[in-house]
Nanobody, 129 residues
Framework: QVQVVESGGGLVQAGGSLRLSCTVS????????MGWFRQAPGKEREGVSC????????LYADSVKGRFTISRDNAKNTLNLKMNSLKPEDTAMYYC??????????????????????RGQGTQVTVSS
């Protein structure tokens, strides 16, 4: 049974930082690409970032480049997203996904297509101005 579980969301002031984590079970973590997408109320899903199974490729949406860093620890079956210089427009529910394509920038928007059980229930990030 595949389970994807996010943690680490919360409320932060603009300019602050948060670190999201995601754990995966039921899959061979070190053989799968991982990613994050987000969805704000009333808005479409937005692919945020992805990382290849071996960490060799990391890709980001233009809206978060230079501020967010995706990483993984295959020994712990854990995916991380460090978010710095947060802006109010980063406020959204953030979803961890397992198995997206992550070969080129054109794959980043497609992260949003991953559905349960290969994505988690989400963790809320709220950035106040």
């Amino acid at each position: 049974q595949v389970q994807v579980v996010e943690s680490g969301g919360g409320l932060v002031q603009a300019g602050g930082s948060l670190r999201l984590s995601c754990t995966v079970s039921g899959l061979t973590f070190d053989e799968i690409n991982m990613g994050w997408f987000r969805q704000a109320p009333g808005k479409e899903r937005e692919g945020v970032s992805c990382i290849k199974w071996n960490g060799g490729v990391t890709l980001y949406a233009d809206s978060v480049k230079g501020r967010f860093t995706i990483s993984r620890d295959n020994a712990k079956n854990t995916l991380n997203l460090k978010m710095n210089s947060l802006k109010p427009e980063d406020t959204a529910m953030y979803y961890c996904v397992a198995g997206p394509r992550c070969d080129g920038e054109s794959d980043v928007p497609l992260i949003t297509r991953i559905e349960p059980p290969y994505r988690g229930q989400g963790t809320q990030v709220t950035v106040s101005s």
